[in-house]
């Protein structure tokens, strides 16, 4: 059944016109990498990224992107990956987050943009 959901994921990430990833920067910069070493359909470019103050950076991303960025993270967050355990813990932290922001959707959002999904984990001092 698992699959099914991440099914109805990615087709919902499809539709979204513009998302935009808030992060920080060796995040971002992580899961560029992951992405870029995936023969996938999307080109992930440097430079994608832009400050957003207190440290974090804002990746505007498009529904195609976003949903192979979800697929990257799911299949690499997996126990069985390749990736060692701080890997596979950031893949599943994204995938979740993500994967959160877009279960609040449908289908007929289509055609939308929507607010930024922002990574953060822990407590602020």
């Known amino acids: 059944m698992e699959w099914m959901r991440r099914r ?3 087709d ?3 539709g979204i016109t513009r998302i935009e990833l808030l992060c920080a920067p060796s995040v971002w910069a992580s899961l ?3 992405c ?3 023969y996938g359909t999307v ?3 440097d430079g994608m990224q832009r400050l957003a103050g ?3 950076v804002r990746v505007e991303l498009s529904g195609l992107e976003l949903a192979e960025l979800m697929d990257v993270a799911a299949r690499r967050g997996r126990w069985w990956s390749r990736e060692g355990p701080p890997g596979r813990a950031l893949c599943r932290t994204v995938y979740q ?3 959160a922001s877009v279960d609040q959707l449908g289908p007929d959002c289509a055609e939308s943009a929507i607010g930024p999904i ?3 984990t822990g407590t602020n001092p």
């Open 8 to 10: 109805r994921r990615l």
């Open 12 to 14: 919902v990430a499809l």
């Open 32 to 34: 560029l990498t992951r």
């Open 36 to 38: 870029a070493r995936r």
């Open 43 to 45: 080109h992930f470019a």
């Open 54 to 56: 207190a440290g974090l």
């Open 97 to 99: 987050a993500v994967a």
């Open 118 to 120: 922002t990574l953060t």
